[in-house]
């Protein structure tokens, strides 16, 4: 997932980059883009937070 960020980021520069030399025609498409890396980042941080979840439930049965 973390490879996948880093091209969509590339992918969103590029867009961005096209926009400013007046070569893109569907502007919708850095939204869209943007929208996409925030779904993304956001599985990131859930995924995550699962792993730290259960870290800390393996860790309090390891106590008992």
Do not use: C
């Not at 569907?26 to 792993?51: H, V």
């Amino acid at each position: 997932l973390i490879k996948e960020e880093g091209k969509l980021r590339k992918k969103i520069f590029d867009t961005k980059t096209k926009l400013v030399l007046g070569k893109l025609k569907n502007t919708a498409q850095i939204s869209i883009l943007r929208k996409e890396l925030a779904r993304l980042k956001t599985i990131i941080r859930q995924k995550a937070e699962e792993e730290v979840k259960e870290k800390k439930k393996k860790a309090k049965k390891a106590t008992k």
